[in-house]
């Protein structure tokens, strides 16, 4: 099945999106739009360009004029565009990419490695955006590179409402910018044109992935847009998660080209189609790979097929974006709830490792061998999750993939962690601590990106259980920023000290007893019938204390997510024995270089609620 966008965003494969400028007799002001085309290929050429058309902007006072880099004051700029955008970014009414102004290009530095066998070592931590009484609910943020003619060198984007309220009809995203990825703007509203339904003027926006493409210098924003499956649920009404995938275009991040919808809601089975987690350049085939799954809403109030499951799968574009093709499998698993939320990292050999949130108490994972196009059959991994997204990247500058995730197998989302595999995911070491949980805390849905040997972690701050008691600006988007050592040279001279000593939080150094388990080893030795029926059992207890939706269990401020209730710390006792030797031990086999399962025991530690 083809899905091609309404209109192409360049006529012929053979031509390159670069920056140009329409020529004038004047010099480039707020009066012309500066738009990225399609570059005039040397030699014959019959297909149609697209040519820049000049525009008259909304605002074309107290705006700074293009100058030489030498003499560009950046942050006068960013200061002048803030106050002129007036909380909203631009979006165009067409699909080239265009850009506010011709800044000066800047230039994408990166980060080295810390010396070999050093601990991983925390550069920052802290909240980007804290909820408050505008925006009281924020999720599911995604940070990323911002296009060289941009004026912030990162962007954070995530979704938000008013209300408090997950899928509230008007959720919107929030973006906000920085340049040292510390201190960051306040949030301004991507103004994604609204879709209407029979009962509101506006719907809602979920899940934003962002891509930053290297060749055009183009930021690519995925999101779903609901229109049907609205429910009432607690006196509140709300949309089920997901709807129609779609996708805008920025040059710079502030102004984004009219949205090209990728995947439809209607189509196979009328399931609400949502993406959460960022796309995988396969580097044989070029091709661009996009996780997304569809769910089953919990409402009669949309018309979906019956028969469809709550299934995973992917989107292909073979073109860089110009058209797309879903993927023929859609993946589902006996013994566990469902496989949604997939996260995707090229491993050796050109294959691709999937990893998914199974609505039990472990992670499930997939490959494939063919840039994307085919999947093996699922399996369980030993890698522990409370029901909740994680984020896998693969960082060239160490030759590693990175894994953030909830180091924990039932409860609150706590112990907020990054493992990294130096063997395509068969084995994981824990590297540093992003955060924890106090009562009343969760701390999930990691997103990475990376520069150089540098990991920058976005994730959420929620509130569950005992809500009156904790501020509401407790909550909201954080950011970790820590740096990997290298895997190549000499160790540093002191050598990597041993776990524990006086070092606390992501300095503490790696030790044996921080390997997880990972997918190889799952495959072949955790797979029997007497392990998956323990897992089905569990999985079938959790279903009656959670949310089926991944909308819900995000809960938002309002939903009574009672985890310290007596039947869910009942639960999360049996979920927490299951891995649990009588030396009051988790062990899990490791895989080591002989592929020989060895068993080792990783400490537990107390829950801190």
């Given at each position: 099945?083809?899905?091609?966008?309404?209109?192409?965003?360049?006529?012929?494969?053979?031509?390159?999106?670069?920056?140009?400028?329409?020529?004038?007799?004047?010099?480039?002001?707020?009066?012309?739009?500066?738009?990225?085309?399609?570059?005039?290929?040397?030699?014959?050429?019959?297909?149609?360009?697209?040519?820049?058309?000049?525009?008259?902007?909304?605002?074309?006072?107290?705006?700074?004029?293009?100058?030489?880099?030498?003499?560009?004051?950046?942050?006068?700029?960013?200061?002048?565009?803030?106050?002129?955008?007036?909380?909203?970014?631009?979006?165009?009414?067409?699909?080239?990419?265009?850009?506010?102004?011709?800044?000066?290009?800047?230039?994408?530095?990166?980060?080295?490695?810390?010396?070999?066998?050093?601990?991983?070592?925390?550069?920052?931590?802290?909240?980007?955006?804290?909820?408050?009484?505008?925006?009281?609910?924020?999720?599911?943020?995604?940070?990323?590179?911002?296009p060289k003619r941009g004026l912030w060198n990162w962007i954070i984007v995530w979704q938000a409402t008013h209300t408090g309220i997950e899928g509230s009809p008007g959720q919107k995203l929030l973006a906000a910018f920085s340049d040292d990825a510390r201190a960051w703007t306040k949030p301004i509203v991507i103004p994604i044109p609204p879709v209407s339904s029979a009962v509101h003027?506006?719907?809602?926006?979920?899940?934003?992935?962002?891509?930053?493409?290297?060749?055009?210098?183009?930021?690519?924003?995925?999101?779903?847009?609901?229109?049907?499956?609205?429910?009432?649920?607690?006196?509140?009404?709300?949309?089920?998660?997901?709807?129609?995938?779609?996708?805008?275009?920025?040059?710079?991040?502030?102004?984004?080209?009219?949205?090209?919808?990728?995947?439809?809601?209607?189509?196979?089975?009328?399931?609400?189609?949502?993406?959460?987690?960022?796309?995988?350049?396969?580097?044989?085939?070029?091709?661009?790979?996009?996780?997304?799954?569809?769910?089953?809403?919990?409402?009669?109030?949309?018309?979906?097929?019956?028969?469809?499951?709550?299934?995973?799968?992917?989107?292909?574009?073979?073109?860089?974006?110009?058209?797309?093709?879903?993927?023929?499998?859609?993946?589902?698993?006996?013994?566990?709830?469902?496989?949604?939320?997939?996260?995707?990292?090229?491993?050796?050999?050109?294959?691709?490792?999937?990893?998914?949130?199974?609505?039990?108490?472990?992670?499930?994972?997939?490959?494939?061998?063919?840039?994307?196009?085919?999947?093996?059959?699922?399996?369980?991994?030993?890698?522990?999750?409370?029901?909740?997204?994680?984020?896998?990247?693969?960082?060239?500058?160490?030759?590693?993939?990175?894994?953030?995730?909830?180091?924990?197998?039932?409860?609150?989302?706590?112990?907020?962690?990054?493992?990294?595999?130096?063997?395509?995911?068969?084995?994981?070491?824990?590297?540093?601590?992003?955060?924890?949980?106090?009562?009343?805390?969760?701390?999930?849905?990691?997103?990475?990106?990376?520069?150089?040997?540098?990991?920058?972690?976005?994730?959420?701050?929620?509130?569950?259980?005992?809500?009156?008691?904790?501020?509401?600006?407790?909550?909201?988007?954080?950011?970790?920023?820590?740096?990997?050592?290298?895997?190549?040279?000499?160790?540093?001279?002191?050598?990597?000290?041993?776990?524990?000593?006086?070092?606390?939080?992501?300095?503490?150094?790696?030790?044996?007893?921080?390997?997880?388990?990972?997918?190889?080893?799952?495959?072949?030795?955790?797979?029997?019938?007497?392990?998956?029926?323990?897992?089905?059992?569990?999985?079938?207890?959790?279903?009656?204390?959670?949310?089926?939706?991944?909308?819900?269990?995000?809960?938002?401020?309002?939903?009574?997510?009672?985890?310290?209730?007596?039947?869910?710390?009942?639960?999360?006792?049996?979920?927490?024995?299951?891995?649990?030797?009588?030396?009051?031990?988790?062990?899990?086999?490791?895989?080591?270089?002989?592929?020989?399962?060895?068993?080792?025991?990783?400490?537990?530690?107390?829950?801190?609620?």
């Amino acid at each position: 099945m083809d899905i091609s966008p309404d209109q192409p965003f360049y006529e012929s494969p053979e031509l390159n999106l670069e920056i140009r400028t329409l020529e004038t007799n004047s010099a480039p002001s707020w009066e012309q739009d500066h738009v990225i085309a399609p570059a005039m290929p040397t030699g014959k050429h019959t297909g149609n360009v697209e040519v820049p058309r000049l525009i008259r902007p909304e605002l074309t006072k107290a705006t700074p004029q293009a100058s030489n880099s030498s003499s560009f004051d950046r942050k006068q700029a960013q200061r002048q565009v803030l106050q002129m955008l007036n909380g909203k970014a631009k979006i165009s009414t067409n699909k080239i990419p265009t850009v506010l102004q011709s800044w000066p290009s800047r230039t994408h530095t990166t980060v080295s490695c810390l010396k070999k066998g050093a601990p991983a070592k925390t550069e920052w931590s802290g909240y980007v955006h804290n909820n408050n009484d505008e925006w009281k609910y924020g999720h599911m943020a995604m940070v990323s590179r911002v296009p060289k003619r941009g004026l912030w060198n990162w962007i954070i984007v995530w979704q938000a409402t008013h209300t408090g309220i997950e899928g509230s009809p008007g959720q919107k995203l929030l973006a906000a910018f920085s340049d040292d990825a510390r201190a960051w703007t306040k949030p301004i509203v991507i103004p994604i044109p609204p879709v209407s339904s029979a009962v509101h003027q506006e719907t809602a926006v979920w899940g934003p992935v962002l891509h930053y493409d290297l060749k055009t210098d183009v930021l690519w924003l995925f999101y779903s847009q609901s229109s049907t499956c609205l429910k009432r649920k607690r006196g509140h009404l709300r949309y089920a998660p997901g709807g129609d995938i779609k996708v805008v275009m920025s040059a710079d991040a502030l102004k984004w080209t009219a949205p090209t919808t990728v995947y439809t809601q209607a189509a196979d089975g009328g399931l609400p189609k949502i993406v959460a987690n960022q796309l995988v350049v396969h580097k044989a085939s070029g091709a661009w790979v996009l996780p997304y799954w569809q769910e089953r809403p919990k409402t009669r109030s949309c018309h979906t097929d019956r028969s469809a499951p709550t299934a995973a799968g992917v989107i292909i574009s073979k073109d860089q974006g110009k058209t797309w093709k879903v993927g023929s499998q859609r993946l589902t698993a006996r013994g566990t709830r469902y496989l949604i939320e997939a996260t995707l990292a090229e491993i050796s050999g050109g294959r691709i490792l999937q990893l998914w949130r199974s609505g039990g108490i472990r992670l499930w994972q997939s490959t494939s061998t063919d840039g994307g196009v085919t999947w093996a059959k699922p399996t369980p991994t030993g890698i522990p999750n409370p029901n909740t997204k994680v984020n896998m990247v693969r960082v060239d500058a160490t030759n590693q993939i990175a894994l953030a995730f909830n180091d924990v197998s039932g409860g609150p989302r706590r112990r907020l962690r990054v493992a990294v595999s130096d063997d395509s995911g068969a084995s994981w070491k824990r590297v540093m601590d992003i955060d924890s949980s106090g009562v009343g805390l969760h701390f999930s849905y990691p997103t990475i990106a990376v520069q150089g040997c540098r990991l920058l972690v976005a994730y959420s701050l929620m509130r569950h259980g005992h809500r009156d008691k904790i501020p509401i600006s407790k909550s909201g988007i954080k950011l970790h920023i820590a740096t990997l050592p290298s895997t190549e040279g000499p160790p540093s001279a002191a050598g990597p000290p041993r776990a524990g000593a006086g070092l606390k939080g992501s300095e503490r150094a790696p030790a044996e007893e921080d390997k997880l388990v990972g997918f190889s080893v799952i495959a072949q030795n955790d797979s029997s019938p007497e392990i998956l029926a323990r897992d089905a059992a569990l999985v079938h207890a959790l279903q009656d204390l959670e949310q089926d939706e991944v909308g819900d269990d995000e809960d938002g401020e309002d939903v009574d997510n009672e985890d310290d209730s007596s039947a869910s710390s009942q639960l999360n006792s049996q979920v927490d024995s299951s891995f649990i030797s009588p030396r009051n031990k988790t062990q899990v086999p490791i895989f080591s270089v002989g592929n020989t399962p060895d068993t080792k025991h990783i400490g537990r530690e107390d829950a801190e609620d």
